[in-house]
């Protein structure tokens, strides 16, 4: 799970927030001040038709 | 003998989140509880350091508006959280400090402190944490 900054309060808009030592991030979820976003599931690889018969 | 102006000027973070513009005064004390650990034959109370109790304390004008005073602070109390506070807002360096309390806490939250002709101000404290302090 990554969080995105959504008020200048807490920095750039649309940056990623990483959460210091300490700090609430129930807290930033609860004002708005940051949104959660999952983190995106890496692409499977293309299947591709190998031919294993050595002939 | 010199004198000088100082216009007060801090910033203040309050779980990461800048609250500078609607804090109009703040009190940062550290504090080592003292001990006592006098015994017979002493003169004198003698003391000796035990726990760090450090205290912040807020004054700050309440707002219900978005990423405002409410919604920086409802969901704190009765929890921890790391507040942060230096001199002014330039760089952090030797001359201008940034003191953090990490895993402070936040017992009481006034919703309203309402007056006829007054804007609404609440005094905030958060006690304990580790206190420490950056110069760069």
New interface residues.
């Given amino acids: 799970m990554i969080y995105i900054i959504a008020?200048?309060?807490?920095g750039i808009i649309g940056d990623t927030f990483v959460?210091?030592?300490?700090?609430?991030v129930?807290?930033?979820l609860?004002?708005?001040?940051i949104v959660e976003q999952s983190t995106p599931k890496p692409k499977k690889p293309a299947k591709t038709n190998t031919d294993t018969n050595e002939e | 003998m010199a004198t000088s102006t100082y216009l007060s000027n801090p910033l203040v973070t309050v779980n990461a989140v800048d609250m500078t513009d609607q804090c109009s005064s703040a009190n940062l004390s550290r504090v080592i509880e003292a001990l006592e650990s006098t015994s017979f034959g002493k003169t004198a109370r003698v003391y000796t350091a035990g726990l760090e109790n450090s205290t912040l304390t807020l004054t700050m004008y309440n707002s219900f508006a978005a990423s405002e005073t409410y919604a920086t602070l409802a969901a704190l109390v009765g929890t921890s959280t790391t507040v942060k506070i230096k001199p002014t807002s330039a760089a952090t360096s030797a001359t201008n400090p940034e003191s953090t309390l990490t895993g402070c806490y936040l017992e009481t939250l006034p919703i309203v402190n309402a007056a006829l002709g007054a804007l609404d101000t609440i005094d905030i404290t958060f006690t304990g944490g580790v206190y420490s302090v950056a110069v760069a």
């Fill in positions: 008020s200048t309060k807490l959460p210091a030592d300490g700090i609430n129930a807290a930033l609860f004002g708005g001040f």
